[in-house]
């Protein structure tokens, strides 16, 4: 009687010495291909003009250091307001989304919760169905909004998508738990922050995360909302100054007593707002990155 031998999948095998040269490679390939855009304008930015005219653009190879273009976007103006506003929107943002997006989520968590079924198809619906462009201007006008730096939170204040992961998560959690609470006579005030809170530190992390780095990279609010450029976030600046090539150097940054010409290269200068508007993200991201498999893969799958 012959025994039939039981094969793994393809993929579970343990790959030959050529095929780990071959990982190996294609990694290596896609983080060059990553990073060597970044170095490129990290390096471009501290390089000064003589470096930057014999390369003739961007520079790839090092020729002298400079911090002349960062020491000038923080000295004032546009760039340094930009960047405060940035600050304040993400963190008054990140604070607010949060916090509604747990409570709503710990509330459409709990089977027994008032309208738990019509509040849960009308959050699903907004997959599927937006609210268009022209629609959420007009009601942002109507709540005299325009200009206003609450425009840049509210109409995004809760994201679906981060409300229905976190969700997810909540009722991942045993029950017992919150009866056990229940019948020590603790309300659902103190189940969720003493107890739902403190086991949801990974998803919590991550959702923040998500709504931080949104506050941070997002423009298009603000293109339709803020018409007054001292109230522009960074991102803002950046869409101007670098993708549509305004000359920052003469239209934000010279004064009455400092000629153009003696100012750091528009380059080097665009590219410094890039790595500004660029390190917050890098500097954050490390230290969310081991919550992400719980996170969002456990509230995601198993809910």
Known sequence: MTTLTRQRP???ETPSPPERAAKAAVLAAIALAVLFPIYVVVLTSVSPASAINDAGGLVVVPRGFSLAAYSELFAGGVVTRAVAVSVGVTATGTAISLTATTLAAYGLSRPGSLLHRPLLFLVLMTFLFGPGMIPSYLM???LGLIDSYWALVLPTAIN???????RAFFMNIPGEISDSARVDGASDWVI???LVLPMSRGVVAVVGLFYAVGYWNAFFNAILYINDNAKWPLQLVLRQYVQQGQNISVGALADASQSASTLPPSL???MAIVVIALVPVLALYPFVQRHFTKGVIIGAVKG
């Open 192 to 194: 969720l922050t003493r």
């Open 140 to 142: 942002v006008s109507s």
């Open 10 to 12: 393809v993929w579970a």
């Open 268 to 270: 080097a200068l665009q």
């Open 160 to 166: 679906a998508f981060n409300l229905v992961v976190m």
